[in-house]
């Protein structure tokens, strides 16, 4: 730790005292509660997210870590309508940012706490969070909203300061969901950082109880671990855990992050997954531009691998806006685009195209599957991924690079089946034909994409015949 604990040793006689008086501030202060936007809570299934009134709840994230830190209304105001247009539903963004977000202050020139302190958070700077807050809301945005990064309990790397322990990151967690209890908020802890010691495990799980205790239980809580690593790996058996969130990472092109999806899938009890921070838009692989940089392929092929592995949805990022990058301001890794120029690289567009594709028919109902792959599925890059709905009446599966697939059609429900071609890439499906499962070459079906090679990735998609299914990519499921 950077300070020295005889202060917090005070703070410990008087914890509760000070969480009562802070979750009262909070109250005084908390923006009027909206009924626009429902809370959240875990399917029956155990596998996706729903509202409370018992709709699929697509997560669909974008990362802006530093939208509270670095955003002035009108520019915070320009981001999130541009993400409701592309049919985003999370905004992941750090109340005590990275770029050192305790000392350098918002746009109105404000910092977050008080001489570093957690249990004295600066009324104004939260004011200007409110607001975001409120924004979101109002466009039907729910906010992926991570008390701190992760260098303020454990710092690796990063400015930090260390400025948390256990007894007041639970004041601080308390603050926090009494104050945007009533909000749509989806509590993130950790904030690219593992815990490794006793003392970093027992604030997490302190903020934890704390937000719960602020909130009254009412929003949903994950965890953001630093790249490669994986929520499950520590906190899948606690109850404050409603599903886990993976970071497969910006080190190398080709990351298999379906296998962490499919390892989560199969753990006990079963709980909701997905991948928090896959592969930049625009960021250089593995940090170096010298080899290259993540495209919109990359984004849409993470994407597609995590969602038919089992995932409950998925995080798009992009690394400028991540930064809130623009000219004047020091790059981080090599950020080169503005970040209102980044708004409209294609991967964010695309990403809407992939949550009309899934919610075009009832994608709860989806089980990975890659037994419907008759012959060989790939491998690398390659990777053909498949999932099949519970009741056998639809199917999709994935081709990175436009090889054909070789389909068993006779897993599927009915006598026949209608066969289409998704592109990812305009969210334009194509009907191929009619398919009868009783012929002998059904259980070994070959479909082949009209192109083929890196960037021409499809979706086929299956239906059983006679089923009142959309246009893939349509609503109406």
Known sequence: MNRPNLHWSRRKFLGLSAIAFLASFAKACTPAASNSTPSLRVHANQRFLITADGLPFFYLGDTAWELFHRLNRDEATLYLQDRASKGFTVIQAVVLAELDGLRQPNPEGHQPLQNDDPTRPNEAYFRHVDYIVDQAEALGLYIGMLPTWGDKWNQKWGNGPEVFTPDNAEIFGAYLGERYRDKPIIWILGGDRNPETELHFAIIRAMAKGLQRGDQGRHLITYHPVGGSNSALWFHQDDWLAFNMFQSGHSEA???????????????????????????????????????????????????????????GHTYGNHNIWQMWQPGRGP??????????????????????????????????????????????????????????????FAFLYTP?????????????????????????????????????????????????????????????????????????????
Not at 278 to 287: R, V
């Open 254 to 312: 080709d990351t298999p992050n379906y296998e962490t999806t499919e390892a989560n899938y199969g753990l006990q009890p079963v709980k909701p997954t997905l991948d928090g921070e896959p592969c930049y838009e625009d960021h250089p692989i593995g940090w170096n531009p010298d080899n290259g940089w993540f495209d919109q392929f990359d984004v849409r092929r993470a994407a597609y691998w995590s969602m038919l592995a089992g995932a409950c």
């Open 332 to 393: 981080i890794s090599a950020a080169r685009t503005p970040w209102q120029e980044a708004l409209n690289h294609p991967g964010a567009t695309q990403m809407g195209y992939l949550r009309r594709l899934f919610e075009s028919r009832p994608y709860t109902e989806l089980v990975p599957d890659q037994s419907l792959i008759a012959g060989e599925p790939g491998e690398g890059g390659e990777m053909i991924r498949a999932a099949i709905a519970r009741d056998s009446s």
């Open 401 to 477: 690079m436009g090889k054909p697939i070789q389909v068993d059609l006779t897993k599927l429900k009915g006598d026949s089946v209608n066969a289409s071609w998704y592109d990812p890439r305009q969210g334009i499906a194509t009907s191929i034909d009619t398919f009868r499962v009783d012929e002998p070459s059904a259980s070994s079906t070959t479909f082949a994409p009209t192109t083929n090679g890196r960037g021409q990735d499809w979706v086929l998609v299956l239906d059983q015949a006679g089923h009142s299914f959309p246009t893939p990519g349509a609503s109406g499921a």
